[in-house]
């Protein structure tokens, strides 16, 4: 029987990484025909259609007639076969968008729908985040001159100053704070109607996880919280995160929430979730899809 982590979204992965392979000279889409390709129109990927649904690993032929990806990356091998990321310009998706073989899906609708197998929503991570990478980081943060793509894509060097430019991964604490029976959930002014969530925020340099939970549900929240438990992540490239989802116990049940951050926060009880996950709460609230990590924090929640 499927778990419910199954829709987490990007969580699941078929990328063998082969960081070995990418210090030599790595391979080429134009050497490898049997090769895995991750195609991007600007930041929005090309899925082929298949008997049960569809695919984002398509094959370099399906690049054909949009000509050469640029830039083109060695993500590591999928199912032992090399598996690249490619770009288009956003304009290329004229090209497959109305061809019934094809669509034209954003990141997050893909992972919305389960649009493509879950195994696949994690090589769609690294090649969005990476490529995303790619497209901001032409130019050296430390001398101001171009840099140039190695390692198949897994760093940028500059050829004035000697900088080796690695990617980025931005860390986001996500916390699920309970006070017994209940959890604290908020909402944010631009999300859906009803929809209520765990509290988040980035990491700051030089602080724990436990810390940045802590800051976070005080900053946001006005409630102190006391031990902190990490439950499970989920990479989110939007442009380049990783989600750390956690479990805080609050000291106190009082809210002074930060209006600039939030719309509305309060607590909730356990069967107050489950109505909200199971979409019968009679105001209408609900939590956040299964491909959100709140999601699952909230379920582990719920269920227990
Ligand atoms: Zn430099």
Excluded at 173 to 187: H, K, P, Q, S
Aim: with cysteine.
């Amino acid at each position: 029987m499927p778990s419910s982590l199954d829709r987490l979204g990007y969580a699941q992965s078929l990328l063998e990484r082969h960081s070995a392979e990418r210090s030599g000279p790595t391979p080429t889409l134009a050497d490898t025909p049997d090769a895995s390709l991750l195609l991007f129109c600007g930041d929005v990927p090309v899925l082929r259609m298949t008997e049960g649904g569809a695919t984002c690993l398509l094959a370099p032929e399906d690049a054909a007639r949009a000509g050469q990806p640029s830039p083109e990356l060695f993500l590591g091998r999928v199912g032992g076969r090399p598996a690249f990321a490619g770009a288009l310009p956003a304009d290329a998706a004229a090209l497959y968008r109305d061809d019934p073989a094809y669509r034209v899906l954003d990141a997050r609708a893909v992972a919305v729908e389960g649009a493509v197998p879950a195994p696949e929503m994690g090589v769609l991570a690294t090649a969005k985040s990476l490529l995303g990478w790619h497209a901001r980081h032409g130019f050296c943060a430390n001398c101001g001159n171009p840099t140039t793509l190695s390692c198949g894509g897994f760093r940028r060097d500059c050829g004035s100053c000697g900088t080796e430019h690695f990617p980025r991964t931005d860390p986001v604490v996500i916390m699920l704070v309970t006070n017994g029976d209940r959890c604290l959930l908020g909402r944010q002014a631009r999300f859906a109607p009803g929809v209520y969530s765990c509290l988040a925020g980035f990491l700051e340099p030089g602080e724990t996880i436990e810390d940045a939970v802590r800051r976070e549900t005080f900053e946001e929240a006005g409630v102190r919280v006391g031990a902190v438990r990490y439950h499970l992540s989920q990479p989110w490239p939007f442009p380049s995160s990783l989600m750390i989802g956690c479990e805080g116990e609050a000291e106190g049940d009082a809210l002074v929430l930060d209006r600039t951050e939030l719309e509305d926060a309060r607590w909730f009880t356990r069967d107050e979730v489950r109505q909200m996950l199971e979409r019968r709460h009679p105001d209408g609230l609900m939590t956040p899809p299964p491909m959100a990590i709140a999601n699952a924090l909230v379920r582990s929640f719920a269920e227990r």
